[in-house]
């Protein structure tokens, strides 16, 4: 089993970049399907949903654009409950169709507090895409529109996701080994 070290922590490979890509192609052909001829606003949630998204945009067929908001949650390993909005939302996203796009949904607070942020711009419609979901630490009650993996609570870094702003550059995503 392929294993990595990243800081301090060895992690083990999770999750094959086939298997990303085929999750990634399935939310792709979803949105095609459901989100063509709605001139979209597709919101990125920095840092962590900037290779997703990249992965994600370019096989998207429909006339869309693209924002991004930084919010911030983890430290370390774990997820804090106080979100920190480091670069703001846009008034492109009123009246238009929005889809809120996220690597990963852990406990749900970030994009809870997200929701109400979006929600106060009164979007035409508001949706969430991520890449991945662990719903045993899910805390809150929203609907995830769209969703490419159910995972364990485990703490995972790679294609995206960092462990201290470390190893967001893998191609594959890789579990704590505990
Ligand atoms: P939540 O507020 O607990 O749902 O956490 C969401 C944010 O925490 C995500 O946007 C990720 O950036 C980060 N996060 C959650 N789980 C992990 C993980 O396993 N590895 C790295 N970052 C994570
Ligand atoms: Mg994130």
């Given at each position: 089993?392929?294993?990595?070290?990243?800081?301090?922590?060895?992690?083990?490979?999770?999750?094959?970049?086939?298997?990303?890509?085929?999750a990634?192609?399935?939310?792709?052909?979803?949105l095609?399907?459901?989100?063509?001829?709605?001139?979209?606003?597709?919101?990125?949630?920095?840092?962590g949903?900037?290779?997703?998204?990249?992965?994600?945009?370019?096989?998207?067929?429909?006339?869309?654009?693209?924002?991004?908001?930084?919010?911030?949650?983890?430290?370390?390993?774990?997820?804090?409950?106080?979100?920190?909005?480091?670069?703001?939302?846009?008034?492109?996203?009123?009246?238009?169709?929005?889809?809120?796009?996220?690597?990963?949904?852990?406990?749900?607070?970030?994009?809870?507090?997200?929701?109400?942020?979006?929600?106060?711009?009164?979007?035409?419609?508001?949706?969430?895409?991520?890449?991945?979901?662990?719903?045993?630490a899910?805390?809150?009650?929203?609907?995830?529109?769209?969703?490419?993996?159910?995972?364990?609570?485990?703490?995972?870094?790679?294609?995206?996701?960092?462990?201290?702003?470390?190893?967001?550059?893998?191609?594959?995503?890789?579990?704590?080994?505990?």
């Open positions: 089993m392929r294993t990595i070290k990243v800081k301090d922590k060895d992690f083990q490979l999770f999750i094959t970049a086939e298997e990303i890509e085929r990634v192609a399935r939310i792709a052909d979803s095609n399907r459901e989100m063509a001829g709605k001139n979209p606003v597709y919101l990125v949630i920095l840092n949903a900037f290779v997703f998204a990249g992965d994600l945009f370019k096989k998207l067929d429909m006339p869309c654009e693209v924002s991004f908001v930084k919010l911030s949650s983890y430290k370390g390993t774990g997820s804090t409950s106080c979100v920190k909005e480091l670069i703001g939302l846009n008034e492109i996203l009123r009246g238009r169709p929005v889809v809120i796009v996220e690597d990963i949904i852990d406990t749900g607070i970030t994009m809870d507090y997200l929701l109400q942020k979006v929600r106060a711009l009164e979007p035409a419609d508001l949706k969430i895409a991520a890449l991945l979901f662990k719903p045993e899910f805390v809150k009650s929203f609907p995830i529109d769209y969703i490419g993996m159910e995972i364990p609570s485990d703490f995972i870094v790679g294609y995206g996701l960092d462990y201290d702003g470390y190893g967001r550059n893998f191609a594959e995503i890789y579990k704590l080994v505990k």
